[in-house]
């Protein structure tokens, strides 16, 4: 399988013959490698609305009739308000199989919203993580979150192989709760932190990260690298 990182906490993969983007955050976005002219996507999975996730949602499922994965609010919001024709509403607890694998949503602690252009939030209904189960590979995605004791009880629910999380502190976990999490919670196989150096506000070492964590093996990727399993 491939799988692979994009900045901020963008991921993409390949599975039974579909291509896959997470929180597409591109335009705007200096870390990523990608080119939302190019690119070919058939789904496009939704952990909340901020624009550093909803990024390039709209112009990626409208140019390659992709499907949005997402809360209600978020498939509701761009359907009916940005032209999308295509998009599976779900909520957190949810699982649904689709034609690569399956997606489950669940919990994580931050906030989901969009400005528009009167400067009004739009509220896009829970934040949430994603338990994405593919070709015998269980990836978990927390989204942008703060540490939860709820993380072990997922983990234990669906032993993590591949785990995204953020290290990037002041919105987000910061390293030293981002490490716990692995350590004392979640457990992957491998760790890949995301959600970092973006922006000034979320400046950090992934060094420092990767030498907090004792468990499992901790791959610090750049944009447009694969993870190696």
Same mark, same amino acid.
């Given at each position: 399988m491939k799988l692979s990182f994009h900045g901020q906490s963008t991921i993409y993969f390949e599975s039974n013959g579909k291509k896959v983007i997470v929180d597409p955050f591109i335009n705007g976005n200096d870390q990523s490698d990608l080119d939302v002219n190019k690119l070919e996507v058939d789904y496009i999975i939704l952990t909340h609305g901020h624009s550093d996730h909803f990024g390039d949602t709209v112009e990626l499922a409208n140019k390659n009739n992709a499907t949005v994965v997402s809360s209600v609010e978020i498939t509701n919001y761009v359907t009916l308000n940005k032209g999308v024709e295509n998009a599976r509403p779900m909520n957190i607890g949810g699982k649904t199989d689709f034609e690569f694998g399956s997606v489950k949503f669940v919990q994580a602690f931050h906030s989901s919203s969009l400005t528009n252009d009167d400067g009004i939030s739009i509220y896009l209904g829970m934040p949430m993580?994603?338990?994405?189960?593919?070709? /015998?590979? !269980?990836?978990?995605?927390? /989204?942008? !979150?703060?540490?939860?004791?709820?993380?072990k009880l997922i983990a234990e629910r669906h032993p993590v192989d591949v785990c995204f999380l953020p290290i990037g502190d002041n919105f987000t976990m910061g390293i030293d709760d981002a490490s716990y999490a692995i350590n004392e919670f979640i457990k992957p196989q491998i760790t890949v932190p995301v959600h970092y150096n973006t922006f000034e506000l979320i400046e950090q070492d992934p060094q420092q990260f990767k030498d907090a964590v004792t468990v499992g093996e901790v791959q610090i990727l750049n944009p447009g690298e694969e993870v190696k399993f």
């Open positions: 993580g994603v338990i994405l189960e593919v070709e /015998g590979k !269980t990836i978990y995605h927390t /989204g942008d !979150t703060g540490l939860f004791s709820d993380m």
